[in-house]
């Protein structure tokens, strides 16, 4: 990207478009598992994504076909304006490296036979970046970049703690300089104490670097604290999405509302009295989820309506869409 | 502080210096390498160290004992038994890395694609190798000398593919395991190719148990070349192997069992050098084993 293409339309320009994504698992006997099932929004560049939901919601698998490890069953992902399923080979492979992903777990994302030194500068050998001299170079700069001593980069996986572990992979990453960069439940496997550093480093990149971030987690005070828009998902569907705020202090979905309900921080005596939802009952199979609404076998709200039709995805307030037929502006149901 | 400062820092040992550490740490494993380039030696040299042609016979002297002139006797046609181990060295180390080496060759890149790739080459794959097992493998090692023809070389490459199967399996299964990792994913997405992926992150990672598997399968060689010499479809009389040697002192044992010792010996000792100094390359090569 040239620094003129970062004008003041910046904040308009989608680093991902997603439009109707689907990613099925085929399943032995014809069945397939619907992980996602037609999701759309666009990333921003610049801005950070929170993408929250329970297990089995799918977040992780939109965050894992945003890098193009799944191959979409359908729909489309653009990076910018490119469709990327219309690239040949080695365009993908260019374009690619400006997409990358930070996983839940640090050790296993980190080659245990590959010095730490190794690690960082495979990226730049892959791409054919540089000289051995350079990429070593980078590697170490981004090693410092990312908090670490250099001295760490003879060492190997089983020699560090894991926030130095998912510094390196932070690092790794930063060596081919990427625009955007999925976070997949980040710092979920760290200790509480390293959490709020890694977070921090994150925070810092992005001011620096102009990063972009698709972050995915299930922990709403970590989505509240780093994103300024946040997706809400339910059983491979998009359920909300909204200015961070917004879906916090009034969430319009009642999926949202119940699952704001169930986070165990001091909220308001007063919302906690009005909101709280229960949810009944397991999030449905993905094989074979619930006609209409997916939502409507837990939801309190559900009407014959959410049985027969599937919700529109539709923006009732301005920037602030939800999928329910009864969804209101002030967050009411019905 | 500079990059460059610290880039000082970051200093990679020499190999050399790597291999020193290593034969202080590993007492055991530098011994059993020490034995097996003794072996070697002895084979490469076999012509100089020998005091005798191992094929030289002397009617006069048939299964002496042990003497100043004959160190281990002679054997029933009066050839000194000293010179025939040591002839017989060379073609008993090259037939067990022959057929081992054929077995990697092909075992190796089978597994790590049946693994990798899944699917119907998977599915194609896997079958022939559970045809390949089903057979005795001697018998399929009969089978595929008889094909081939005779002589230790074909001997060898045709016991190398009865081993071949069990390498792939071995490999297949770890590889099915290791591409599921995270940091192959990685690497993906930095754009690595399926080359790539196989050769600095699949296998080195998946590679272990066969490393393992090959220093007993070096043995296990050793013993198919005595059968398959013994059977006469090795080497060829009147060269010397080890297991050549063995299969005719065992004709004699009741008249001159001390005839089977020295030929014995050797295959042990070479088979138990090959499974140690695998155990410490495994260890060696384990960053997770560092200084234990």
């Known amino acids: 990207m040239s620094t003129a293409s970062q004008s003041s339309v910046e904040d308009d320009r989608n680093i991902v478009t997603v439009e109707n994504l689907k990613i099925h698992f085929p399943l032995k006997g014809g069945q397939t598992v619907k992980a996602v099932d037609g999701v759309s929004f666009q990333i921003r560049a610049g801005e950070t994504l929170g993408i929250i939901g329970e297990s089995g919601s799918g977040k992780s698998t939109v965050g894992r076909a945003l890098v193009g490890l799944l191959k979409p069953t359908g729909g489309t992902l653009r990076y910018g304006d490119t469709d990327i399923s219309a690239l040949s080979a080695s365009e993908y492979k260019r374009l690619r490296k400006n997409y990358q992903i930070i996983f839940q777990d640090p050790h296993a994302a980190l080659n245990p036979r590959m010095t730490i030194l190794q690690s960082l500068v495979e990226p730049m050998e892959i791409q054919g970046e540089g000289t051995r001299e350079s990429r070593r170079k980078t590697a170490l700069a981004a090693l410092e970049r990312a908090g670490l001593a250099t001295e760490i980069a003879l060492r190997h996986p089983h020699e560090l703690s894991g926030g130095q572990k998912q510094r390196i992979n932070i690092a790794r990453a930063l060596t081919v300089h990427p625009q955007f960069i999925v976070c997949d439940e980040v710092v979920a496997a760290l200790d509480v104490s390293v959490r709020g550093s890694i977070l921090n480093l994150f925070a810092d990149l992005q001011e620096e670097l102009g990063l972009t971030y698709a972050f995915i987690t299930h922990d709403i005070s970590v989505v509240a604290h780093v994103s300024q828009r946040v997706g809400v998902m339910y059983l491979g569907n998009m359920m909300e999405l909204g200015p961070t705020d917004a879906v916090i202090e009034n969430p319009l979905h009642p999926y949202t509302q119940a699952l704001l309900s169930a986070e165990p921080r001091p909220v308001p005596s007063d919302m906690r009295e009005d909101r709280r939802i229960r949810l009944e009952g397991e999030i449905p199979s993905p094989v074979a989820p619930p006609s209409g609404c997916r939502f409507r076998t837990r939801c309190p709200f559900a009407t014959e309506k959410c049985k027969t039709e599937v919700p529109q995805w539709r923006e009732i307030v301005r920037n602030h869409r939800v999928a329910c037929h009864y969804a209101t502006p002030d967050g009411r149901i019905g | ?292």
């Open chain 2, 1 to 292: 502080m500079t990059t460059h400062a610290l880039d000082m820092a970051v200093k990679e040992d020499s190999l050399f210096s790597k291999f020193g550490q290593w034969c202080r740490r590993d007492k055991r494993g530098s011994a059993s390498l020490l034995v097996l380039l003794v072996i070697i030696g002895i084979a490469v040299f076999a012509p100089w160290v020998a005091p005798y042609s191992p094929t030289e016979q002397d009617y006069s002297k048939m299964l002496m004992e042990p003497s100043a002139a004959h160190w281990l006797g002679t054997d029933d046609l009066g050839r000194d038994v000293l010179s025939r181990l040591i002839h017989g060295a060379s073609k008993s180390v090259y037939a067990a890395f022959l057929a081992v080496g054929i077995a990697l060759l092909i075992g190796v890149p089978v597994g790590l694609l049946a693994g990798f790739l899944g699917g119907w080459v998977d599915v194609c794959i896997s079958r022939v190798i559970d045809t390949l097992l089903s057979f005795p493998a001697i018998v399929l090692a009969v089978a595929v000398t008889g094909a081939m023809g005779i002589g230790l070389t074909n001997a060898m490459v045709s016991v190398g593919i009865v081993f071949s199967p069990h390498i792939a399996r071995l490999i297949r299964a770890r590889t099915l395991v290791v591409r599921e990792e995270l940091y192959v994913d990685a690497a993906r997405c930095f754009g690595a190719s399926t080359t790539r992926l196989l050769v600095r992150h699949v296998t080195p990672n998946a590679i272990q148990p066969v490393i393992v598997q090959c220093t007993l399968l070096l043995a296990v060689a050793l013993l198919a070349e005595a059968s398959l010499s013994f059977l006469g479809l090795g080497v060829q009389p009147p060269e010397p192997s080890w297991g050549q040697m063995l299969a005719r002192a065992y004709m004699y044992m009741e008249i001159s069992p001390e005839q089977m010792y020295a030929p014995g010996l050797m295959i042990m000792v070479t088979a138990l050098t090959f499974n140690t100094l695998g155990e410490s390359l495994r260890v060696a090569l384990d960053p997770t084993m560092k200084g234990l």
